[in-house]
């Protein structure tokens, strides 16, 4: 079933006195509940606007969203604030965490936000700080911990009330093979167990092994998908050969690492 | 955990940036409860301490001004703030958070630092309310000082008036947060900054504004100050701010182009970096240079009101006692008891004049005084002015001013004991009569026609006028006061002293240069603390932009001098175009008061030492924001 559909976006940029940027050209997607789907696609293609856009973020130029069949720009203040709280995470490429607060406070925001109990906050958040390694920076503040320390928190927000849509861009792209790894994991469990629909923005060939189905986007437009049909392992084969002849598009200098 | 909690760590994690707006709100309700627990003390307010209420008029529109002060001033940080806060607002705004949850948390830190701001002015508020009602009492001259107690009123209209002020201003400012327009939130920080648009005509229009504004106030005089000052207040202003927008600028782009100056020490940096911040802070530097005018001139205004104020109790009162009575005692004996109880006080008496007259009823109110001419020729001679002599059947009116006497001579009627006189009369200026001809006429008859009348005179008729010159005039308070229960028996006619004019005054010029001074200070930390703010409200991108140069090799030290030049010119422009704006204003008031004798220097010093205690302020906090700030920039560039 349908959670998230896109018809027809589009986003430019500039305008009147500049030259005009298509940052999107008639993007449509849908995405099925519990679906995990990886974006690929050359730096400035437009994957950061296409999801700024999925999460209410910027307003199209042309073009809707719909989530759960709910045009998202004739909602509410109130009806999108609790739909942002409650079912949505986002991981920003640039982490955007607060720097007036500590890594704990940064990560629970979402469960503050939303009023749950003290004792239920603390448990999740032990769980994902396990998940995600990062225990031991929990009451450092942000210029205290590394970059990927940060992009870890960030990941940790974006999941900690497990949304039903998480929409990551580049989670793992200041992570070493390791971090990679557990971020990977997390999110894969959560999709697994709970049911998450998740998309995610990446370079790295063998993050988006993890993912079912991956939408490569350049100069604005979707123009193919693969679809993850056995391993993960023949699945990153499929993805890095898709890349390959794509002409190299978008290929993460790391992709031989992970081999 | 909740939101409250998220708050407190909020303020606490910005304690730098919250830092100024915290002291200021400190100082503005300390200075707030001292007013009060003087205008709310139940010995003002029963009327226990005399000559208070004049005082507490002050006091109470001072209080007002203070308000409204803090109110602006809480106003534009908080602005500042939230501005510089759009990145957690749109980043709270995509986690959900509802508009009022916002608005409960920023409402929820002004809360905070209003309860703080609260504890810490009135902890500081209460001990030092001693000092103030020992000032005060002093400055009033009451007996007994005016009791210590923390007054209740004071404390609860304090903090009531300042949690509101607090509550208030949050509640604004979160209608500066929209939650349609998150992308713009988030990318707040990192928008593109396009280059200033510099237009030279503009720049030239703000220099003419200024000058023709500055001209007309060198120019301006006594009958033209008043419909002057308004439009060139408004024309100077205005001048100043597109001075800020667009001459400065200018001159930056100016120095720019000129690349042997731009390429040696660290010009450009300081430079390509400085017209942006001038350009984006345009409204707040124009805004601090015109105030910083205003309040200098006021103070200057002020000071130099109270310089020239012992020139006119001396000008009002040319002898430091005088009066003029009547009754049965010869005027050798009143005279003999003055000079006793002058004495007493060891009050040295360097003039005396007692003239014998008499009273005649007529138009004046207390009927007119009559002279005989030796008499009047006496007096003359012993202060030094024009003798006069009158021809038989000729009398003078004594008029209190300076000039030539004209020869033009009036028949005037003189009625007494039932018969009628018609006498030749002339004007006679006489500066020395000055006060004493408010209430009686004085005429100086010749002698013969003074015997013929004296000699029917009834005795009551007879009066004693006399004028008195003394150094020590300052200490004759006592004195005065015994002088005239004296004379009261003796049917006084009138009474004037300078010393009771002198203190009357005192205590208001006293207290206006008090409140004067509160407000000034009061200013001048507030326009340093906004300007505090303003360099605050851009750290994060400063940092960055810092954090790049030093990657490339600038070094800390280097990368502080440019810092140092920049703060400079923030700091300290607007003083600069404010003082050159305060001159003119000065020598408006110099062409005013010319005709008292004030030339344009002895004015300007008033106003030249609120310029110097102004940019004491303004050292402190230039001092205090470079070392915070450079900390600032640095701490996270070092994580
Ligand atoms: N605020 C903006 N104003 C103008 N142009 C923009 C803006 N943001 C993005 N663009 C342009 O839109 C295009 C798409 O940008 P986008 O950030 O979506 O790329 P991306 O695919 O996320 O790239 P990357 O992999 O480098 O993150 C780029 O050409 C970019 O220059
Ligand atoms: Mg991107």
């Known amino acids: 079933m349908a959670i998230l559909t896109a018809n027809k976006l589009s986003r430019v940029y500039g305008g009147k006195r500049s030259v005009p940027t298509w940052a999107l050209r008639d993007a449509s997607l849908t995405v099925n509940e519990g679906e995990f789907i990886g974006v690929m696609g050359p730096s400035g293609s437009g994957k950061t606007t296409l999801l700024n856009l999925l999460a209410a973020i910027d307003t199209p130029t042309s073009g809707t969203v719909e989530i759960d069949g709910v045009d998202i720009s004739t909602l509410s203040d109130r009806d999108l604030a609790i739909f942002r709280r409650r079912k949505l995470g986002f991981v920003f490429q640039d982490y955007n965490l607060l720097h007036t607060l500590s890594i704990q406070e940064n990560i629970v925001l979402p469960l503050v936000l939303d009023r749950v109990s003290p004792a239920a906050i603390q448990s999740r958040l032990s769980e994902v700080a396990h998940q995600l390694g990062i225990q031991y920076i929990l009451e450092k503040r942000v210029f205290q911990v590394s970059g990927g320390e940060q992009q870890r928190a960030a990941i940790a927000r974006a999941i900690i009330h497990r949304p039903a849509l998480i929409l990551a861009d580049e989670p793992t792209g200041n992570l070493d093979s390791k971090s990679s790894a557990g971020v990977m994991k997390a999110l894969r469990d959560l999709s697994d167990r709970w049911g998450a629909t998740i998309l995610m923005v990446t370079h790295d060939a063998f993050a988006a092994s993890f993912c079912e189905r991956i939408l490569f986007i350049r100069d604005g437009r979707i123009h193919s998908q693969i679809h993850r049909l056995g391993s993960r392992e023949s699945f990153y084969e499929d993805i890095l050969s898709s890349l390959r002849a794509q002409g190299g598009d978008g290929l993460d200098a790391s992709q031989d690492k992970h081999q | ?96 958070a509802t508009k009022a949850q916002m608005s409960r948390m920023i409402v929820t830190e002004h809360i905070l630092i209003g309860l703080s701001g609260v504890a810490v002015g009135l902890g500081l508020g209460v001990p030092l309310s001693k000092l103030m009602l020992n000032a005060m009492s002093k400055m ?18 304090t903090s009531g008036l300042f949690l509101l002020l607090f509550v208030f201003i949050g509640t604004i400012t979160t209608l500066q947060i929209s939650p349609r327009k998150v992308v713009r939130l988030l990318r707040e920080h990192q928008r593109p900054k396009v280059f200033p648009r510099y237009s030279r005509w503009v720049a030239i229009l703000s220099l003419l504004l200024i000058g023709g504004g500055c001209g007309t106030a060198w120019f301006v005089d006594g009958r033209t100050l008043v419909p002057a000052m308004l439009p060139v207040t408004a024309v100077v202003s205005l001048g100043t701010f597109l001075f800020f927008a667009q001459a400065s600028v200018g001159i930056l782009m100016y120095l720019k182009k000129k690349t042997t100056f731009l390429y040696r020490n660290l010009n450009l940096l300081t430079i390509s970096d400085l017209i942006f911040r001038m350009k984006e802070n345009a409204r707040v530097l124009a805004a601090v240079a015109v105030l910083s005018a205003c309040v200098i001139t006021a103070t200057g205004t002020i000071y130099t009101a109270e310089a020239t104020f012992l020139q006119d109790v001396a000008r009002a009162h040319p002898q430091a006692l005088t009066f003029a009575a009547r009754g049965e005692t010869a005027p050798e004996t009143i005279a003999s008891r003055v000079r006793e109880i002058l004495r007493e006080d060891s009050i ?32 003359a001679e012993s202060s030094g002015a024009q003798r006069l002599s009158l021809e038989e059947n000729e009398a003078a009116y004594l008029v209190p001013m300076v000039g030539e006497p004209n020869g033009e001579t009036v028949p005037m009627e003189v009625v007494y ?104 200070v009061l200013f001048f930390i507030a326009s340093g603390s906004m300007l505090y703010f303003r360099l605050f409200s851009e750290i994060e991108e400063d940092r960055e932009k810092y954090g790049i140069m030093e990657k490339l090799g600038v070094s800390r030290h280097d990368i502080g001098t440019v810092v140092s030049r920049q703060l400079l010119v923030f700091f300290f422009a607007p003083i600069a175009v404010g003082s050159v704006h305060c001159g003119f204003a000065m020598k408006s008031l110099s062409n005013v008061l010319r005709m008292m004798h004030w030339p344009f220097l002895g004015v300007f010093r008033f106003a030249l030492a609120a310029i110097a205690g102004f940019s004491v302020i303004q050292v402190v906090y230039f001092l205090a924001a470079r070392r915070a700030y450079i900390r600032e920039v640095f701490r996270e560039a070092a994580a």
Do not use: C
């Not at chain 2, 100024?20 to 003390?41: E, G, I, R, T």
């Not at chain 2, 009033?140 to 209209?157: D, E, H, N, Q």
């Open chain 2, 140 to 157: 009033l001259g009451v007996t007994s000082p005016i009791r210590f107690i923390v007054v209740i009123p004071a404390v609860l209209w």
């Open chain 2, 417 to 520: 004991g039932g018969e009628t006189y018609t006498i030749n009369t002339r004007t006679w200026p006489f500066p020395r009569t000055n006060y004493l001809s408010s209430m009686n006429r004085l005429m100086v008859v010749d002698d013969t026609l003074f015997e013929s009348l004296a000699k029917g005179a009834a005795d009551g008729d007879l009066a004693v006028f006399a004028g008195y010159e003394f150094d020590n005039w300052r200490d004759s308070l006592d004195a005065i006061k015994r002088i005239r229960s004296l004379l009261e028996a003796e049917h006084l006619l009138g009474l004037r002293s300078r010393v009771e004019s002198y203190e009357g005054r005192k205590q208001m010029t006293a207290l206006t240069a008090m409140i004067g001074l509160f407000v000034t």
């Open chain 2, 348 to 379: 040295e008496v360097t003039e005396e004049i007692v003239l014998e007259g008499l009273v005649t009823p007529s138009q004046a109110e207390n009927g007119t005084l009559l002279i005989p001419e030796t008499n009047f020729n006496k007096w």
């Open chain 2, 1 to 96: 955990m909740t939101l409250r909690r998220i708050s407190i760590s909020n303020v606490k994690g910005m304690g730098r940036k919250y830092a100024a707006f915290f002291a200021s709100s400190v100082l503005a309700v300390l200075v707030f409860y001292l007013l009060a627990s003087f205008v709310m003390h139940p010995d003002v307010v029963n009327g226990y301490v005399s000559q208070a209420e004049r005082v507490r008029q002050g006091l109470l529109i001072s209080q007002y001004i203070i308000v409204i002060f803090t109110f602006f001033f809480v106003l534009y940080s908080s602005s500042a703030f939230i501005r510089a806060r759009k990145k957690e607002f749109g980043l709270l705004t995509l986690l959900g």
